[in-house]
C-alpha cells in the first residue's frame, strides 16, 4: 500500500485530496462531513467582506448525454458571517487534528484589512491561509480577486502585506485568464508566498436560452461571465501547472481544475503538484468520491513502484519541451487492429475529410473501394456485413498526426507505431542553426526535403 | 398465466430515453445498418437528429427514404437488419434503432407537406392498385414528384397487410391508418371498396391514367388438400379478426397452427394471448427449416407456445362440425428442394392424432390471380429491374412480384420506392 501523507509546505495531510475552496467547503458542518468521507484536507469558502449572493448562480456544459462536463458559477465567497466562519474552522480543526484545514481569504486591498484576517485566521489554529486572487466575478468588480491576479504588482504587494504578518504557510491562488501564468506566478514568489495554487475557474458563459434567448443561468432576465471548472478545463490547468514547471519555478503548487478521477490526479503529481483540490466533481457526485481518488490512486503508484506522493511529483516535467526542441526525424504511423475493429469508418472519414486522406476502404478482394460501393438493392445484416470493406492506413503516406487513434471508439485498436524515418535526429532549433536557409525560404525547404526525403502530403 | 392481450408489445420510448440512446450512436460513416436497411434510410442521421432534439429533421431524414416510416419501425424484423448490423452489437447492445426510428415517427404527427416537400402539379395520373405498404409508398413517392396518384383498394380500409394481416401487438390498426392518412395527405386520392378485376380492368386504368402500378400482393392462404379443410381457419383472417374484432373472437381451448412462417406465429400468439390454454405449431420440416425469424421462434417459445416439427396434417377430425383434432404424419427429411429448403417425406405407417378444438392455417399465400394477362415468373407478376411488367407502362411490386427473397412490409416500400422513381422517368420523359 502506497503511503499517500503529504507535507504541502508545511501543511500536512494523510492524502492529497483538499475540497477546493467553493461550496463544498461552505460550513463546518459539510467539511465535518467530507473529512468522515476520507477527504485529506479542505480549504474553506472564502472569507472576506460582506456579499450578496444572486439566485440561479451555475450554468453547466452538457455533451453527448453526459451531464456537467463544464460548470459555471457566480456565486461570491462566502456569505455567511466571519464570526460565524472562523468560530467553525476552529471547531472543525480540533475535532480533525490529522486534516489539512486552510482558510481563503479576500479582502480590501488596505494592508491592515489582510493583517486583520490573517490574526484572526491564525487565531483558528487553521494549518494555512491561500489567498484568493482569482475570483473572476463580482469579487473582482471591487477590486478583489483576479483584480489581484491580473496585476502581477497588485499580486506582489498584497502577498507581501500577507507575508509581513503570517506565520502559518501562506498559498497564493493563482487566475487562469491572465496570457502568462509565469508572470503572476512570479510576482507571488517576489511577495513571498509559500507555496502556489492553479487554477481558479476562467471566464465563461455557459449558453443562450435558444426560448428566450437568455443567458444560462439568468437572474431575472439578465446573466454575465461566470468562473468555469470542471472535466473540460483540466488540459488547461495541466498546461499552467507545467509552464510553472517549466520556468523553473520550485514552489509547492497545489493543482486543481476539473480533477474528476484518480487518473486526473496522477497527472497533476506528474506534472508538478504536491496536492490536489477537487470541486466540480464532488459537486456533481457528493464527498464519497474521495474513496476511489485514494484507492485507485495508490493502486496505481502501487503498481508503478512509488511509495509516497512525493516520490510522484513532477515526475513528468522533464518530458516537458517546446516545439523547436522536438526531433523532427522522429516517425509514428497509425496501424489498424482488424480483429478490434468494428469498422465503423469513424477513423477513414476523420482522415478523409479532415486530415491526410491516408486511410482506404479495402474489399475482400483486396480492392480499395469508394464509400457507399454497395448495389442499392442488396440489404440484410448478412450481405451488409459480409461486403462491409475494412479500413487500412497507407503508412507511406501517413503523417503520424493521431487523429485516427483519437476518434476510434474502441480502446488499443489503432496504435501509433514508431517507425524509422532513416533520418538523424534533428530539431528546428538545429536546424535554423545549421541551415538557416531551410526555415526562412521556401525553395531552401524544398531542396532540403528533397534531399532528405521528406514528402509531405 | 394473466392473458397481456394485443396492444403494441414495446412501450413508446420516452424523451429521456430516446436521448440517451440516440448518444450511445457512434455516427458510423457509410453505415453498415444504413446498407443493411432494404429502403437504405440514413439510419446515423436521424438518430443524430434525435440527440440534438431536432425532431422534425429525424422525422424528414426517416421519410425521404421511406415513407411508411412508423410502420417499418414497428414491424420490421431489426435483427435481422438494422440492429443486426449495428457495430455496436459484438460486444455490446445494437442501437434500438426501431424503436428510435418509432420515437421520430410518433412525436411529429403531422408529417404531411409540413415535413415532405411536394413538387408543383405535373399534369401527370398514376393508378395504383392496392393500398398495402408497396402501394402506398408508390403512390406517396409519386405524388412528391406532383403526380396526381388514384389508389383503388378493395378492402373497407387502407393499408393492406399494416391495417389487416399484422399482429396488433407490433402494429396497431390506427398506425396503419394514421400512415394511409398521411400519404392522402401528400395529395394522393384513395378509393376503397374499389377493386380491380370486379369494379374495373386493367385496360380502364391504361385509358384513364399515364401508368399503373400493381401491389395487389397475394390471395388467401394456400388450399392444403386435405379431407376437412373447411374447418380450417385461414391464418390471415385470424388476425384480421383479433384486429377488427377480437373481443368477440373465438378462441379455441386447444388450437393447433399449421405452418413455421411469420404469420403462423403471429397466429399461434393471438391464440395464446385471446385465452387458449394450449397452442401448438406444427411443421413439416424442422427447426432449422422453418422461415419464423429466430427472435420470433423465441418470443412464442417464452409465450408458451409448443412445437411438433416434421410433422404434417392429413385429415381434420370433426364431431358435428366442430374439430376435434387433427390426424397428423410423422416426416422426414431427404434432399434440398427448389427452395434450397430439405425436403420432407412421410413416415410410413406413423399416423397419429393430436387433440385440437381449433386449426388455423399459416402455409403461405396463394399466388395473384392470373387473370391480368401479365407474364408471369414462378407464379408471380414477372416484372424487370424498373419494376415493369410485360405490358409497357404496367409496373408492379410488393409481394405480388416476389418470386424470390423474403416478402416483407419494408421490402414492399421499397419496391414502390424505385418503381416510382421508374413511372416517373417513364411519364416524364414520355419514352414508350
Given amino acids: ?457 | 398465466m394473466e392473458s397481456k392481450g394485443l396492444q403494441e408489445a414495446l412501450p413508446p420510448l420516452r424523451a429521456q430515453e430516446a436521448l440517451v440512446e440516440s448518444n450511445r450512436c457512434i455516427f458510423c460513416y457509410d453505415a453498415p445498418c444504413v446498407h443493411a436497411c432494404p429502403t437504405h434510410i440514413d439510419i446515423p442521421r436521424f438518430i443524430k437528429k434525435i440527440s440534438t432534439e431536432n425532431l422534425k429533421g429525424a422525422a424528414r431524414t426517416i421519410l425521404e427514404a421511406n415513407l411508411l416510416g412508423a410502420t417499418c419501425a414497428r414491424v420490421c424484423p431489426v435483427q435481422e437488419l438494422c440492429e443486426g448490423a449495428c457495430v455496436l452489437g459484438a460486444d455490446h447492445k445494437p442501437i434500438a434503432i426501431g424503436r428510435l426510428q418509432r420515437f421520430a415517427m410518433d412525436e411529429v404527427p403531422d408529417r404531411g407537406p409540413a415535413v415532405i416537400p411536394i413538387a408543383p402539379p405535373s399534369g401527370y395520373k398514376v393508378a395504383v392498385a392496392g393500398s398495402g405498404p408497396a402501394g402506398l409508398s408508390c403512390a406517396g413517392e409519386l405524388a412528391k414528384r406532383g403526380h396526381a396518384v388514384t389508389v383503388f383498394e378493395k378492402r373497407e380500409l387502407a393499408g393492406g397487410l399494416s391495417t389487416y394481416g399484422i399482429i396488433g401487438l407490433r402494429e396497431p390498426v390506427e398506425t396503419s391508418l394514421d400512415e394511409a392518412r398521411m400519404i392522402e395527405g401528400l395529395g394522393v386520392r384513395i378509393e376503397t371498396n374499389s377493386e380491380l378485376g370486379r369494379d374495373f380492368g386493367l385496360p380502364d386504368l391504361q385509358g384513364r391514367f399515364d401508368a399503373v402500378f400493381l401491389s395487389v400482393g397475394l390471395g388467401a392462404i394456400a388450399e392444403m388438400k386435405i379431407a376437412g379443410e373447411e374447418l380450417i381457419i385461414d391464418g390471415l383472417e385470424y388476425i384480421e379478426q383479433s384486429k377488427m374484432n377480437g373481443i368477440a373472437m373465438r378462441i379455441g381451448k386447444k388450437v393447433t397452427v399449421i405452418g413455421a412462417g411469420n404469420t403462423a406465429i403471429d397466429c399461434a400468439t393471438i391464440a395464446k394471448r385471446l385465452g387458449s390454454g394450449q397452442v401448438t405449431m406444427i411443421y413439416r420440416r424442422s427447426a432449422e427449416e422453418m422461415t419464423a425469424y429466430p427472435h420470433e421462434y423465441e418470443f412464442v417459445k417464452n409465450e408458451g407456445v409448443e412445437f411438433r416439427f416434421l410433422t404434417q396434417p392429413v385429415k381434420v377430425l370433426a364431431s358435428a362440425g366442430q374439430v376435434t383434432g387433427l390426424r397428423c404424419v410423422r416426416m422426414e427429411l431427404g434432399a434440398p428442394d427448389a427452395s434450397g429448403r430439405r425436403s420432407a417425406h412421410p413416415v410410413a405407417g406413423s399416423e397419429f392424432t393430436l387433440p385440437a378444438d381449433q386449426v388455423v392455417k399459416a402455409v403461405g399465400q396463394r399466388q395473384p390471380w392470373d387473370e391480368l394477362g401479365l407474364a408471369r415468373s414462378r407464379g408471380f407478376i414477372q416484372v424487370n429491374e424498373d419494376f415493369e411488367t410485360s405490358v409497357p407502362g404496367i409496373f408492379a411490386g410488393g409481394d405480388c412480384v416476389r418470386a424470390r427473397g423474403s416478402a416483407s412490409t419494408v421490402m414492399a416500400v421499397q419496391d414502390g420506392k424505385l418503381a416510382a422513381a421508374a413511372i416517373h422517368e417513364r411519364i416524364t420523359q414520355g419514352a414508350n
Fill in chain 1, 1 to 457: 500500500m502506497a503511503n499517500l501523507n503529504i507535507n504541502f509546505a508545511g501543511i500536512r495531510s494523510p492524502n492529497p485530496f483538499w475540497l477546493a475552496s467553493a461550496p463544498p467547503s461552505n460550513s463546518g458542518a459539510q467539511i465535518h462531513r467530507a473529512f468522515e468521507a476520507g477527504w485529506g484536507g479542505a480549504v474553506w469558502k472564502t472569507i472576506g467582506p460582506p456579499v450578496l449572493n444572486v439566485s440561479n448562480r451555475y450554468g453547466a456544459w452538457h455533451h453527448g448525454g453526459q451531464r456537467m462536463l463544464g460548470i459555471n458559477n457566480v456565486e461570491l465567497i462566502s456569505d455567511r458571517p466571519l464570526e460565524v466562519n472562523l468560530r467553525e474552522m476552529a471547531e472543525v480543526k480540533r475535532a480533525w487534528p490529522d486534516r489539512a484545514v486552510i482558510a481563503s481569504a479576500m479582502v480590501e486591498s488596505k494592508p491592515q484589512a489582510w493583517h486583520d484576517i490573517v490574526r484572526r485566521i491564525e487565531d483558528t489554529g487553521a494549518d494555512g491561509l491561500e489567498l484568493n486572487y482569482g475570483c473572476p466575478h463580482g469579487m473582482s468588480e471591487r477590486g478583489m480577486g483576479s483584480a489581484v491576479g491580473q496585476d502581477p504588482e497588485y499580486c506582489r504587494e498584497i502577498t507581501s502585506w500577507v507575508m509581513n504578518a503570517a506565520r502559518i504557510p501562506v498559498i497564493v491562488k493563482l487566475t487562469p485568464n491572465i496570457t502568462n501564468i509565469v508572470l503572476p506566478a512570479r510576482a507571488a514568489i517576489a511577495g513571498g508566498a509559500n507555496a502556489l495554487s492553479l487554477i481558479n475557474t476562467i471566464n465563461s458563459i455557459a449558453a443562450v436560452d435558444l426560448d428566450t434567448f437568455e443567458l444560462t443561468p439568468s437572474i431575472g432576465g439578465k446573466g454575465g461571465h461566470g468562473g468555469y471548472a470542471g472535466p473540460a478545463v483540466k488540459p488547461i490547468a495541466l498546461n499552467m501547472l507545467a509552464a510553472l514547471g517549466g520556468e523553473g519555478v520550485t514552489l509547492p503548487i497545489s493543482g486543481m481544475g476539473g480533477i474528476t478521477t484518480w487518473k486526473d490526479a496522477a497527472e497533476f503529481l506528474l506534472l508538478g503538484a504536491g496536492s490536489l483540490q477537487v470541486c466540480t466533481a464532488v459537486m456533481h457526485y457528493g464527498y464519497r468520491i474521495v474513496e476511489d481518488l485514494c484507492d485507485g490512486l495508490s493502486n496505481w503508484m502501487d503498481a508503478k513502484g512509488f511509495v509516497t506522493v512525493a516520490d510522484v511529483v513532477g515526475k513528468s516535467l522533464s518530458r516537458v519541451s517546446d516545439f523547436k526542441d522536438f526531433d523532427l526525424s522522429f516517425r509514428v504511423v497509425a496501424r489498424i487492429d482488424t480483429g478490434k475493429c468494428i469498422k465503423c469508418n469513424l477513423c477513414y472519414v476523420a482522415c478523409n475529410d479532415t486530415a491526410h486522406q491516408c486511410i482506404d476502404l479495402v474489399n475482400a478482394a483486396g480492392q480499395v473501394v469508394p464509400p457507399f460501393a454497395y448495389d442499392v438493392r442488396s440489404n440484410g445484416k448478412d450481405e451488409s456485413t459480409a461486403t462491409r470493406p475494412q479500413t487500412r492506413v497507407r503508412e507511406d503516406d501517413c503523417v503520424g498526426c493521431r487523429l485516427c487513434y483519437n476518434v476510434c471508439p474502441v480502446d488499443n485498436c489503432i496504435e501509433m507505431v514508431e517507425v524509422p524515418s532513416g533520418r538523424e535526429p534533428v530539431t528546428w532549433d538545429q536546424l535554423s542553426t545549421s541551415n538557416p536557409e531551410v526555415t526562412q525560404d521556401w525553395e531552401a525547404m524544398k531542396a532540403y526535403r528533397e534531399k532528405m526525403g521528406i514528402h509531405v502530403h
